[in-house]
């Protein structure tokens, strides 16, 4: 003879099945319309998917518990432990709606990007290395070899051209030349070896490479120096989609060896009160895991029309490299020379570049 059917406990079992249900397809949903990456990041997205087939065998598994049910069977686990259900209505329409009102809040509302808003509340990032300067602050501070003068046969490319080399620009000493005001000239190759400053953590190390004096770095920071040197000869410095962080983060730590070059960079416009009218932010989004460890960097724009430019709206933007004075900080800025609109990134977010500093 079957035990008489537990409704209750089948309802609930059927409530679990359909929200667990609705989760696998909502994953399924994003991945279908290619938006998945607009909450996690691109190397996450595997597990979401591999987690949307754990999601789908626990709703089975729920709605087979519910269909025994109805055929009177009892429950058949005797692990010691209680698996007795909410008999409370309220309660349980309390603990369901946790997950199904986000859940139809995720399907009822369109998949939007994060933008200035978003970025107003959590707080725009100008200096992308500001941990960074601090710990080679040491060596900005005069434990570097004094820089040599350069001659012409040793000189890199664009050293004797080198926008601010020699020059005051009203931010202090250039990394790495140690008490030499204003004098950024790189190492001669033919000068004495610089002394090693590593001492096993930072430092630069013994080298013949004329451009060390002007990228010191330590263990964290080694990645950064090497790709300054690759770029410092460039004439434009493009920040690219796949490097964004990393270039950015580059030319702020070794903010003065840049000064007057041209930097390319596409993203958002940002502004708030604390900006002056010629003022405003180009920037992206940072993501790590998911959307919700998200921070926005970006760099100062100042043009005299900057106005027109209302936030929101995508630009390519071309600048020169400078520096300016925001809420007690030196940091890096770009003297607008053109500005293009384009339409949004189909990936408006940034990651990181895995591969960075290992060529």
Known sequence: MHARPDRAQIAHHLVRAVILAGIAFYIVRLNSLDTLTLYVA???????????????????????????LLNGARPACDCGHDHEMPRSLLKSVLLYACFAVPLAVGFL??????????????????????????????FSQGSLPEAEPTSAASAPPDSANAPGAGEENGTGNA???????????????????????????????????????LFPYDNFSAAYAKYGKQIYGDPVITVTEKSYMEILTTVDLYLNNFIGKEMAINGFVYRDETMA????????????????????????????DASRFGNDSWLRVTGTIGTTEYNGMTIMKLDLTNAEEIE????????????????
């Open 175 to 213: 990394p790495g030349t140690g008490n030499a005001p204003g004098d950024r000239s790189p190492v001669s190759s033919e000068s004495p070896a610089p002394e090693d400053h590593s001492g096993g953590d930072a430092g630069v190390s013994a080298s013949s490479d004329p451009l060390d004096a």
């Open 277 to 304: 009218d010629h003022q405003f932010v180009i920037g992206r989004f940072a993501v790590q895991c998911c959307t919700a460890d998200a921070l926005p960097y970006g760099v100062m724009v100042e043009a005299e």
């Open 42 to 68: 691109p190397r996450m997205t595997i597990y979401i998917k591999l987690a949307a087939f754990g999601v789908y065998a626990l709703a089975a598994g729920q709605l087979f518990q519910a269909v025994r």
């Open 109 to 138: 509302t369109p998949d939007t990007t994060m933008g200035s808003a978003m970025a107003a509340k959590k707080g725009m990032n100008l200096s992308s290395s500001a941990d960074m300067k601090e710990q080679l602050q040491p």
């Open 344 to 359: 949004p990134i189909k990936e408006p977010y940034i990651y990181a570049d895995l591969e960075f500093g290992l060529d």
